[in-house]
């Protein structure tokens, strides 16, 4: 059984269709890349995933439960978001923030146990933000922050991890660190990631899959060869671009032409 499954999702805010028919599986151990222009979707389409949005046709399946059915706490145990970091800028120090990670995990007494403490401390070990335990959130730099975020995701224990353009105002070389270290844990650890971003670079570098939408549905999906064309993508973002291969890697390069 794949681990999600997106099965003929539409919704609409209001009158206006924004995903339409989207369907897709994704296993364990998955890195799933969604691109596509401005507006067609892919915010939606994670905010679905996540729970927040419940669409008006289809379901989203986790392990085989409709996701409809499952309590708010009971997803946030299995599937953990990295937003952009500039939504997230609150006075609490970087530990705090970490341990929030624990909350869909606590009983009913709500305080955090020994375990919880240990889980914390290890998501700090293998994002290097212990050292910044004790340091305020508003006082660390973009990248420090980011990999807090990530910190937070991993203590959250979760099956399926939804990153939301989550380098979107970090500098090329926090970017490749932060993708570096989600590809890391995705390759060590299994984490299955679903990564939206609109940097197709990015995407065919770290992915092994993508989803390429617009208008709300899947123009193109599949490995990263077969969706990084310069037809796709051409079409999808109504702009003239040259696909060719990245000298180091060989994964598709676009550049603008
Ligand atoms: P993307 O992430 O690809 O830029 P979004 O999922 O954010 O796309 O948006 C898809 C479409 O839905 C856009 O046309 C956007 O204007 C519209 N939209 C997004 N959020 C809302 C909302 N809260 N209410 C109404 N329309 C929205």
């Keep these: 059984m794949p681990l999600l499954s997106v099965d003929r999702v539409s919704f609409k805010y209001g009158e206006q269709w924004v995903l339409r028919g989207v ?5 364990k151990g998955d890195f799933l890349g969604v691109i596509g222009p401005n507006g067609s979707g892919k915010t939606t389409l994670l905010r679905v995933i996540d729970g927040i949005l419940r669409p008006q046709e289809g379901e989203v399946r986790l392990e085989g439960t409709d996701i409809g059915n499952l309590r708010r706490e ?6 953990a978001v990295v937003p952009q970091y500039s939504a997230l800028a609150f006075p609490f120090s970087v530990e705090e923030v970490v341990l929030m990670g624990r909350s869909p995990h606590l009983g009913r007494w709500r305080f955090e146990g020994e375990q919880d403490l240990r889980i914390a401390r290890e998501a700090m070990e293998m994002t290097d933000t212990l050292a910044l335990a004790s340091r305020d959130m508003e006082s660390l730099s973009g990248g420090e922050r980011q990999r807090v975020l990530i910190a937070r995701a991993l203590a959250q224990e ?5 990153l939301d353009e989550p380098t979107a105002f970090l500098d090329i070389r926090h970017q490749v660190d ?3 270290r989600i590809r890391l844990l995705n390759r060590k650890r299994e984490l299955t990631v679903i990564a939206v971003t609109h940097d197709i670079n990015l995407a065919a ?3 092994d899959r993508i989803i ?10 599949g490995p990263v060869e077969a969706v990084i064309t310069e037809e796709h993508i051409r079409e999808a973002y109504e702009t003239r671009i040259l696909v060719d291969r ?4 060989g994964s598709p390069r676009i550049t603008l032409t």
């Design 23 to 27: 369907a897709f599986e994704v296993e």
């Design 74 to 79: 009971a997803l946030a145990r299995s599937v």
């Design 158 to 162: 979760p099956r399926l991890m939804l």
């Design 178 to 180: 932060f993708f570096d």
């Design 205 to 207: 570098h770290y992915c």
């Design 212 to 221: 390429l939408l617009k208008n709300g549905r899947i123009e193109a999906a």
């Design 246 to 249: 990245h000298p180091g890697t």
